[in-house]
């Protein structure tokens, strides 16, 4: 098994910024996407960011230019530095890793708790 660990959500002011931080612990043998999903009260999850095992990042049309999506394969972990926030990125965010676990070589979409990102206007 793995787990994801999620940290850096608060509440910030439109036009701040935060950064999002997360990390994959366990029975690793290899991470392929990881990405950032949010979900805001009565709304689907929706994608924010991914990014391949390679580096290359994708991004939801509502965050293109203001987020960026960075991960160190070394460390396991992934980050989201969000700027220019705007009240309606106001959501739980959740990071999501496609990982295969070294017993079984087993793969399976992981998640973490979830944390929660308030933009104030």
């Known amino acids: 098994q793995a787990q994801l660990v999620e940290s850096g959500g608060g509440v910030v002011q439109a036009g701040g910024s935060l950064r999002l931080s997360c990390a994959a612990s366990?029975?690793?043998?290899?991470?392929?996407?990881m990405g950032w999903y949010r979900q805001a009260p009565g709304r689907q999850r929706e994608l924010v960011a991914s990014?391949?095992?390679?580096?290359?990042?994708d991004y939801a049309d509502t965050v293109k230019g203001r987020f960026t999506i960075s991960r160190d394969n070394a460390e396991n972990t992934v980050h989201l530095q969000m700027n220019s926030l705007k009240p309606e990125d106001t959501a739980v965010y959740y990071c999501?890793?496609?990982?295969?676990?070294?017993?079984?070589?087993?793969?399976?979409?992981?998640w973490g708790q979830g944390t929660q990102v308030t933009v104030s206007s």
């Open positions: 999501n890793a496609d990982i295969i676990t070294r017993r079984w070589l087993q793969r399976g979409a992981y």
């Open positions: 990014v391949t095992s390679g580096g290359i990042p």
């Open positions: 366990g029975d690793i043998f290899s991470i392929n996407a």
